[in-house]
């Protein structure tokens, strides 16, 4: 299946204002994901989707290939989901997105969440990590329960699988599981998922992938051993990650 790699870039962040454009080892943000997934070489095309034509600039500067969007997408999934419905993106089988603040996603994750649809049939792919039952309790980690088969039963800030006896406490071990925040569609998978309403458990936990979950769409989930890493949210995560790029190797520089 050809693959078609989109990061979703939007100015409109919060806690960390232009977080696009903010540099990373003297590049912005965007682009360094943008080069990290090109240096996995998976995909057939990727490129950085924007509504800002100031994001755009700056990327085709430093040589990303970009395409601008509508400014009016409540979520990346659905600025991805205007991309691929572009008639010439229509010779991609699978689509994957990764997220603009990502610059140290786990290469692993990422393939196998593409895997998941090109591979295994899935309608949707993704990945998650073995974590410490620690994170249990954190409402910031998002959870998974993945079946026998790979489907995804339940994605939740609430312990779960939740440890009903101390006594089964080595039962535990194993079985949690960190979401990673990285998404692969078919074609037609894509086209469901944002066609679909906003769902009461979406927003309840604030987890969009509850949405395609709930009505039906498989989704699997590639269980990786790479640690998954925090992406850059705030000023102190863009801090962080200036001083870990030092001693990181993720492609071209």
Not at 124 to 145: E, Y
Not at 168 to 175: S, T, V
Request: aromatic content about 6%.
């Amino acid at each position: 299946m050809r693959t078609l790699a989109v990061i979703p870039a939007r100015l409109g962040a919060q806690r960390l204002p232009r977080k696009p454009l903010r540099l990373l080892a003297g590049r912005p943000l965007v682009v360094r994901v943008w080069e990290r997934i090109q240096a996995m070489q998976f995909a057939a095309r990727c490129l950085i989707a924007t509504d800002s034509e100031e994001v755009a600039e700056a990327a085709r500067r430093h040589g990303a290939d970009v395409t601008m969007t509508s400014a009016d997408h409540p979520t990346g999934t659905d600025r991805v989901a205007e991309v691929a419905a572009r008639g010439e993106f229509a010779g991609f089988d699978a689509i994957v997105n990764v997220q603009g603040d990502e610059p140290f996603v786990a290469e692993s994750a990422v393939r196998g969440a593409a895997a998941m649809v090109a591979e295994r049939g899935f309608a949707l792919g993704t990945a998650a990590v073995q974590s410490s039952p620690d994170v249990l309790g954190s409402p910031h980690v998002v959870k998974v329960v993945a079946g026998d088969d790979g489907r995804a039963l339940y994605f939740s800030r609430a312990p779960i699988p939740f440890l009903r006896d101390p006594a089964d406490a080595p039962l535990l071990r194993g079985h949690v599981w960190q979401h990673v925040g990285v998404y692969a569609y078919s074609r037609a998978g894509l086209a469901r998922w944002v066609a679909l309403p906003p769902h009461p458990l979406e927003r309840i936990e604030r987890l969009e992938q509850l949405r395609p979950l709930a009505a039906g769409l498989t989704m699997g989930v590639a269980l990786v051993s790479e640690p998954a890493r925090p992406g850059v949210d705030t000023e102190a995560d863009l801090e962080r990650a200036n001083e870990e790029w030092m001693t990181f190797s993720p492609g071209p520089t």
